[in-house]
């Protein structure tokens, strides 16, 4: 493994995953010929999905042969854990005009240094709680009722069944893609020897 605070060894592309706190650089040069770095100016925006006002902005040093860009662990320390989506943006210094290059998404996963991180992902947290629903529901299986004019529904044990069966897939695709990143054979691969 390479030293990730080398600039030398910055990977080509943007990170699909980030770790809120991490020190992140990366490169890219294939923008280069088209942008020379003397003449154009490259930087990234993103926002969390869901919206919000927060709104990050990298912008990368111009290197000559790529653009670098880089982000300090104090600045991805205010990256809220979720889903964002960027864009590339190429300012023309002359004029300072713009055009989006690129698009993408990436997702910041809390540090596990937090006391409150919990590392599971949506998919996780759904099913951890359906399937502590589906626990409770013989106990307490009244399907609605109402109190001083409020009426509350409950999910009939079909519908949770359903819910827990999806979210129990979503769990699956992740934890094979986690699998197939880190060089392991999925879930879904089937092996046939001859």
Do not use: C
């Not at 990977?11 to 010929?33: A, C, H, M, N």
């Not at 020379?36 to 111009?62: K, L, Q």
Request: glycine share 8%; net charge negative.
């Amino acid at each position: 493994m390479a030293n990730a605070f080398d600039a030398a060894n910055a990977p080509e592309g943007e990170p699909t995953e980030i770790v809120v706190g991490d020190f992140i650089q990366w490169k890219r040069s294939d923008l280069v010929e088209d942008y020379p770095t003397n003449a154009y100016t490259a930087t990234y925006v993103a926002r969390i999905s869901g919206g919000g006002s927060n709104e990050i902005t990298i912008t990368g040093t111009d290197q000559t042969t790529h653009y670098l860009f880089t982000v300090l662990g104090s600045d991805s320390d205010d990256f809220s854990p979720g889903h964002y989506y960027y864009q590339l943006e190429i300012k023309r210094n002359s004029d300072n005009e713009r055009v989006v290059v690129d698009r993408g998404h990436f997702v910041a996963i809390p540090d596990l240094d937090v006391n409150q991180a919990d590392p599971r992902s949506h998919a996780e947290i759904m099913l951890g709680k359906i399937e502590s629903l589906l626990s409770g529901k013989a106990d307490a299986d009244v399907s609605s009722y109402s109190i001083a004019g409020r009426s509350l529904t409950k999910l009939t044990f079909e519908e949770l069944t359903n819910a827990r069966n999806f979210y129990k897939q979503e769990v699956l695709k992740e934890t094979n893609a986690l699998d197939i990143q880190h060089g392991r054979k999925g879930a879904s691969t089937i092996q046939v020897r001859f």
